[in-house]
C-alpha cells in the first residue's frame, strides 16, 4: 500500500480539474490510517482463531497471529461443540425465511403498485405507518401467541411470519414496480393473461432486481438474528449460529475463560457468508438502497 | 452467461425451497404436539462441567430404571429464568428443574408442585438425608424441591504464601481483625493481595450475617441499611479501598482479561479467597501448597451456602417418575457422581461424609474436605423471597459505585439500596 | 422516503401509483371489479400478517400494559399503575432511558459525521478506491452477535485497542468493567460500523452533477467551500433517511449490550450499559412481570416517535429536496 504514491504522481497530467476532487497526500493518509484501524479487529479475530487453547487461556494471543492452529477450523464441526448444527440450522431458518419474503413481499408490493382497489392508499399508508412501530411492541404478544400454538421451541416463530411480507419490503417492491413501464401488462392483459398471470410470467422475471435484494435484507437479517432463536428456541440442538456463538460463550466453565479460539472461528463462520452474499448481490443492493434512501426525490 | 444460470437456479431453489417448508413445517408441527408420553425433560444451568455431571447420573439412572426416559437441557446462567419461563408458561414445563435461591419465584406463582406428599409415600427423609438444608427449599410450609448440591463458602488459603510469612492457617475463630492482620501480611502493595472474596452477595452477606444483621427482617421488609449490615460492608470495602488487601477492579484488569479471584489466587496473586466449591476445579495443577478452611467469625458464625435442589414443575404431566427420578437423583449412588466429577458437593450427607467425598480421586494434594460438613452447622439462611432474581439485580446495581471506589460510604450506599429494595419488595407482593 | 412517510404529501409529490389514465368505458367496470378482488387477495399475505402479527398483539400489548401479569396465573388490571410506576417510582427505568438516549444521541450523529467524511475522501480521485471502500465497508456486513464477540476481545483491559492507546502513553480505561466506560463502549463499536453510511451517501455524491462543481471551480471556491455549498445539500435527503433509521435502531439496541456486557459474567458493566430494550427484556423474561414489560415498550414506542417526528419538523430547514430546485 506503500506504492500508492507512485502511480498517483504518474497520473499527475490526468488530475482533476475540480478541487473536491482532488486527492492529496493527506487523503491518502487518513483513507489508508482508516483502514487499518478499521481491519484491525479483524485481523485479530483470525488471530485468536488460529491460537492454540493454552495460548487462550494464557490470554496471550497478539493481533498479528503468532501461531497457526487451522484445525481449530474442523474442531469446530468435531464432537467437541456442535458448530456443525448450528450452522445447519442458521441455513434452514433464513433459507425459508428468503422464500417467504421473496413470494409474499413481491406479490404484496405489485398488487400495490399497479392493481386498482378502493381503499388502497389507505392500506399503503398503514403499509408506511407499520414501519414505524419498533418490534419490542409486539414481541410480549407475539410470544404468548407463539406459546399457545405451541411453536416454542420451534423454528416456526422465526420462519412463518415472514410469508406475510414486510412493510419496508413491500415498499421496496412497490417502488420498483412502479418505475417500470405499464405497457407490458397492459399487453399481456390483452392477451387475456388474469393478474396472476401478469404477476408470475411477466412481473416476476421483471422484479428479479428487487426480489434479490429482499433476498439479501432477509438473509443478513434473520442470519444473524439474535433475540427472536434467543427467545423462542430452547435445544442446543435447534439453536442458530449467532445464537450457539452466545451460547458457548455463556456455558463456559465456571471460572474459566470460554474457548476464545473456536468462539471466533464461530464468529467467523457467521460472517463469512455475509460477506460472500454480499459481494454477489452488491449491485442490487446499491440500487435498492439508493431508491429506498431517496425514493422521495425521485 | 452467469445471468442465466442464476435464473435458473434460483426457479429450482423457490420450488425446492417452497417444497422442503411445507415438509418441515408439518414435521415440526407434529413433533411438538405430542409431549405427555415422552422422555422427561429436566433443566439445568451452568456449563459444560456440569452437563457432564448430570448425564452421568441420569446414565446411571436409566441403568437402574429402564423404563424411564431423561432427557437433559442445559440452559446458560443468564437465559434459565426466560428459558424455563418459556417452558412452564408454554404448558410444558420441565418435569425435572434445577431451582435455587430463586425457588420461590415459581412456588409463590404455584408453578411448582409441592413435593411433600410425594416424599412422604417414597418414604424419603429429607432431614435424614440432607440435613438441616432438607428444608430450605420450603415455602409457606410445603416442600418445593429436593436439595442436591450443596456446600458452604470457604475459605482457600496458600499455604505457602502463610508459611513463608509464619502464619497459622485460618480457623473458624478467627474475628474480623485475625483476619484483617494475616491479609496485612500477606499483601505485597501492587503484586500480591492478602485476600479476595469481598464483593459477591454470598461473601458480604457472610459478613453480614456474622455482625448479626440480615438482609431481610423476620417480618419480610427489607433490612440493609441497619447498623450491623452497614457496618459489615464497610469492613469488606475497606479491605479494598483503605487497607488494599483485597485487589479493586482495576487491579484485576491489570492481572489479564476476565480474571476474578477464581483466577488469582491459582495464579498466587492472592493469599486467601473466599468463594464456592468451584474454585478447586483450577487448582487441580496447581504448583503450590493450598488447602481450604472454614469462614472466619464475627460476633457470631455463619457463612453463605451455595447450593440448588430439583423441582417438579407444576404443568409435569409424569409427576411419578419425576420424583422417581429426583429420588434416585440424590440417593448415595447417584451423589458420588457429584464429587467423582469434581463438579460440586452433594447435598446428601452420606456422601459428604464418604471417603469418596473426603478423598476424591482427582484431587492430587491434601485437602480438608471436612470443612463442608463442619461449615454446614453455621450456614445462614438466605431470604429465598419471590422477588429474589430482582433483589440481588438492586443491590449488585445499587452497590456498583461502592465497588468501584467511587462511593466510599457503605451508610450511603445501603440507605439507597433499603429505598430501592422497599420499592420493589412492597410493590412485588 | 421522506415525503413519502410525510402524515400529508405536499400536492408536487410524485402520485402514489402511475395509474393509467382512468377509464372511461363502462364495460371496463366488470375488470375493474375483478381487479380489486386481485388486489385484495394479493395482498392477503399482508393483511394477515398485519392483523396477526402486529395488530392484534399491539392491542393485546395495550391491554397488557395495564395488567400485572407474571404469565402464569391471570392478569390482574391495575390501570396505569404501571405507567405510573414506571415513571415517578423506578430509578431503573430513567436510567435505561438516560443511557439509551447519550447512546443514541451520540452513536448516530459520530457515524453519519465520520461516514460522510470517510464517503467525502472516497469521492476524491483516489488510487484503489474500490479496495478502501471494501476495507471500511467490511465491518458493517459483519453479524452483530459475531461484532460483540470481537469487540470483548478487542475492547479486554489488555487488548489491542488499550495496547494502542499504549503508544502514546494513554493508559487505556478497564471499557467494560468501569461503569463510564461502558456506553462510550459500546458508541466505539457502533461507530466500527460508520462504513455503512459511507457507502449509501458515496453513491448518492457520484449522483451529483459535475457541472456544479465546475461552475464553483471557476468562481475559485475551495474544495472545503465545494463540499459545504455543492456535495453536503445534496446528500441532506439520505443524510436525513440515515438519521431516522439510525435513530430507531440505536433506541432498540439489545444483543450488543446483551452479549458485550453479559449480565451472568459481567453485573456491574450490564447495569451501566443498560438500555431500553435489554430492561424490557429482563422484566418481562427475568423477573416475569409482562404487564410492567408491555407498558416499557409502550413508552419507548413514544420516545422513538417524539424523536421522529422532531426529525421530520426540523426537515424543512435543513433537507434540500432537487426537486424544490427544479
Keep these: 500500500m506503500a506504492t500508492l504514491a507512485t502511480p498517483l504522481s504518474k497520473k499527475r497530467q490526468e488530475a482533476p480539474a475540480v478541487r473536491a476532487f482532488r486527492a492529496t497526500p493527506f487523503t491518502y493518509g487518513t483513507l489508508l490510517i482508516v483502514a487499518a484501524i478499521l481491519t484491525t479487529p479483524l485481523v485479530f479475530v483470525g488471530s485468536i482463531a488460529l491460537s492454540s487453547d493454552a495460548t487462550v487461556n494464557a490470554g496471550s494471543y497478539t493481533v498479528i497471529p503468532r501461531e497457526f492452529h487451522w484445525d481449530n477450523f474442523s474442531r469446530v464441526f468435531g464432537t467437541e461443540l456442535p458448530v456443525g448444527t448450528f450452522l445447519l440450522n442458521s441455513v434452514l431458518i433464513s433459507l425459508f425465511s428468503v422464500v417467504g419474503q421473496v413470494l409474499s413481499s413481491g406479490l404484496v408490493g405489485y398488487a400495490f403498485a399497479r392493481l386498482r382497489a378502493p381503499g388502497k392508499n389507505t392500506m399503503f399508508l398503514v403499509v408506511i405507518a407499520t414501519m414505524m412501530i419498533p418490534t419490542q411492541i409486539t414481541m410480549i404478544p407475539q410470544f404468548i401467541l407463539f406459546r399457545d400454538l405451541g411453536w416454542v421451541n420451534t423454528f416456526l416463530p422465526l420462519i412463518v411470519p415472514n410469508f406475510f411480507s414486510n412493510a419496508f419490503n413491500v415498499f421496496l417492491v412497490r417502488q420498483f414496480v412502479s418505475r417500470l413501464p405499464s405497457q407490458l401488462d397492459e399487453a399481456a392483459m390483452m392477451d387475456g393473461l388474469g393478474f396472476f398471470g401478469i404477476y408470475r410470467r411477466i412481473m416476476f422475471p421483471m422484479l428479479r432486481p428487487v426480489l434479490i435484494a429482499i433476498g439479501i435484507f432477509t438473509l443478513t437479517h434473520t442470519w444473524g438474528d439474535f433475540m427472536g432463536p434467543l427467545i423462542y428456541l430452547n435445544d442446543e440442538s435447534k439453536m442458530p449460529l449467532a445464537l450457539g456463538v452466545q451460547y458457548i460463550t455463556a456455558t463456559s466453565q465456571a471460572g474459566q475463560a470460554p474457548p476464545w479460539n473456536l468462539v471466533m472461528v464461530g464468529s467467523i463462520l457467521l460472517a463469512v457468508p455475509m460477506i460472500i452474499v454480499y459481494y454477489l448481490g452488491q449491485k442490487y443492493l446499491y440500487e435498492m438502497d439508493i431508491s429506498g434512501g431517496s425514493a422521495g426525490v425521485k | 452467461m452467469p445471468v442465466d444460470k442464476l435464473q435458473m437456479s434460483r426457479r429450482g431453489f423457490l420450488g425446492l425451497g417452497a417444497a422442503a417448508g411445507v415438509i418441515t413445517l408439518t414435521a415440526c408441527g407434529t413433533s411438538s404436539g405430542g409431549s405427555s408420553a415422552g422422555p422427561l425433560v429436566m433443566t439445568v444451568w451452568g456449563g459444560d462441567p456440569d452437563r457432564k455431571t448430570y448425564q452421568a447420573r441420569i446414565d446411571l439412572l436409566v441403568k437402574k430404571y429402564p423404563d424411564l426416559k431423561v432427557k437433559l437441557q442445559l440452559i446458560p446462567n443468564d437465559s434459565y429464568p426466560q428459558k424455563v419461563q418459556t417452558m412452564i408458561a408454554g404448558g410444558s414445563g420441565p418435569d425435572i428443574m434445577q431451582v435455587a435461591e430463586s425457588v420461590n419465584t415459581y412456588s409463590s406463582k404455584n408453578q411448582l408442585l409441592p413435593l411433600d406428599d410425594l416424599a412422604k409415600a417414597a418414604k424419603l427423609d429429607t432431614e435424614q438425608r440432607f440435613g438441616p438444608v432438607g428444608s430450605l427449599y420450603s415455602y409457606e410450609d410445603k416442600l418445593y424441591a429436593i436439595p442436591d448440591r450443596s456446600g458452604a463458602v470457604t475459605v482457600f488459603y496458600n499455604k505457602d504464601l502463610f508459611d513463608k510469612k509464619g502464619i497459622k492457617a485460618p480457623t473458624a475463630d478467627w474475628t474480623w481483625d485475625d483476619a484483617l492482620d494475616a491479609f496485612k501480611e500477606l499483601t505485597v502493595p501492587g503484586k500480591q493481595w492478602g485476600y479476595s472474596g469481598a464483593e459477591w452477595w454470598p461473601q458480604w452477606w457472610s459478613l453480614a450475617y456474622q455482625n448479626g444483621g440480615t438482609i431481610i427482617d423476620e417480618s419480610g421488609r427489607p433490612a440493609v441499611d441497619s447498623d450491623e449490615v452497614v457496618e459489615a460492608l464497610q469492613w469488606a470495602g475497606d479491605l479494598v479501598f483503605k487497607h488494599k488487601v483485597v485487589p479493586s477492579k482495576a487491579d484485576y484488569a491489570d492481572m489479564g482479561p476476565d480474571i476474578g479471584g477464581d483466577q488469582a489466587f491459582p495464579n498466587q496473586k492472592i493469599a486467601t479467597h473466599a468463594n464456592g466449591f468451584w474454585v478447586m476445579s483450577g487448582l487441580t495443577d496447581a504448583k503450590f501448597a493450598w488447602d481450604i478452611a472454614p469462614m472466619w467469625r464475627g460476633e457470631k458464625q455463619a457463612v453463605s451456602a451455595f447450593g440448588s435442589g430439583l423441582a417438579i414443575s407444576r404443568t409435569s404431566k409424569q409427576r411419578d417418575n419425576a420424583f422417581k427420578a429426583i429420588d434416585f437423583l440424590t440417593s448415595p449412588e447417584a451423589q458420588q457422581q457429584i464429587i467423582a466429577s469434581g463438579q460440586d458437593v452433594p447435598a446428601n450427607l452420606e456422601v459428604q461424609k464418604s471417603q469418596a467425598f473426603l478423598k476424591p480421586s482427582w484431587m492430587k494434594t491434601d485437602v480438608d474436605m471436612g470443612v463442608f460438613a463442619e461449615s454446614s452447622a453455621f450456614v445462614f439462611r438466605a431470604p429465598f423471597i419471590p422477588e429474589w432474581n430482582e433483589m440481588i439485580d438492586t443491590i449488585s446495581n445499587g452497590l456498583a459505585d461502592f465497588w468501584l471506589g467511587k462511593e466510599r460510604s457503605a451508610k450511603k450506599a445501603l440507605t439507597a439500596v433499603q429505598k430501592d429494595l422497599e420499592a420493589l419488595i412492597k410493590s412485588g407482593s | ?326
Design chain 3, 1 to 326: 422516503m421522506a415525503t413519502t412517510t410525510a402524515p400529508t404529501p405536499p400536492p408536487e409529490a410524485p402520485a402514489a401509483t402511475k395509474s393509467p389514465t382512468a377509464p372511461k368505458k363502462p364495460k371496463l367496470s366488470k375488470r375493474r371489479r375483478r381487479e380489486a378482488l386481485s388486489f385484495y387477495l394479493f395482498v392477503s399475505p399482508w393483511v394477515i400478517g398485519f392483523l396477526v402479527f402486529l395488530l392484534g398483539p399491539m392491542i393485546a400489548s395495550i391491554y397488557y400494559s395495564l395488567t400485572d401479569w407474571d404469565s402464569f396465573t391471570p392478569p390482574q388490571w391495575v390501570g396505569f399503575q404501571n405507567y405510573v410506576t414506571l415513571l415517578t417510582d423506578d430509578p431503573v427505568f430513567w436510567k435505561a432511558l438516560w443511557n439509551t438516549l447519550f447512546y443514541a444521541a451520540v452513536s448516530v450523529p459520530l457515524g453519519l459525521v465520520l461516514g460522510l467524511w470517510l464517503a467525502n475522501l472516497l469521492n476524491k480521485q483516489v488510487r484503489a478506491r474500490k479496495l478502501l471502500r471494501t476495507l471500511i465497508y467490511l465491518p458493517t456486513l459483519i453479524p452483530l452477535v459475531a461484532t460483540a464477540m470481537i469487540f470483548r476481545m478487542v475492547l479486554a483491559p489488555s487488548g489491542p485497542l488499550n495496547d494502542f492507546l499504549g503508544l502514546f502513553g494513554v493508559s487505556g480505561p478497564n471499557w467494560l468493567y468501569d461503569g463510564p466506560w461502558v456506553k462510550p463502549a459500546l458508541i466505539l463499536m457502533s461507530t466500527w460500523g460508520a462504513g455503512a453510511a459511507t457507502v449509501l451517501l458515496l453513491a448518492a455524491m457520484k449522483g451529483i452533477p459535475r457541472e456544479l462543481y465546475e461552475a464553483a471551480e471557476v468562481d475559485g471556491a475551495s474544495a472545503m467551500r465545494q463540499f459545504w455549498s455543492i456535495t453536503l445539500p445534496h446528500l441532506t435527503p439520505i443524510i436525513f433517511f440515515n438519521l431516522i433509521m439510525g435513530l430507531i435502531g440505536a433506541f432498540q439496541v439489545f444483543s450488543q449490550v446483551y452479549i458485550l456486557v453479559s449480565k451472568g459474567k459481567n453485573p456491574a458493566g450490564y447495569d451501566a450499559a443498560q438500555t431500553m430494550v435489554p430492561f424490557l427484556f429482563d422484566q418481562a423474561f427475568s423477573y416475569y412481570h409482562m404487564g410492567y414489560a408491555s407498558a416499557i415498550s409502550w413508552l419507548l414506542f413514544l420516545v422513538i416517535l417524539v424523536f421522529t417526528v422532531i426529525a421530520f419538523r426540523t426537515t424543512r430547514r435543513w433537507v434540500f429536496y432537487e426537486t424544490e430546485v427544479k
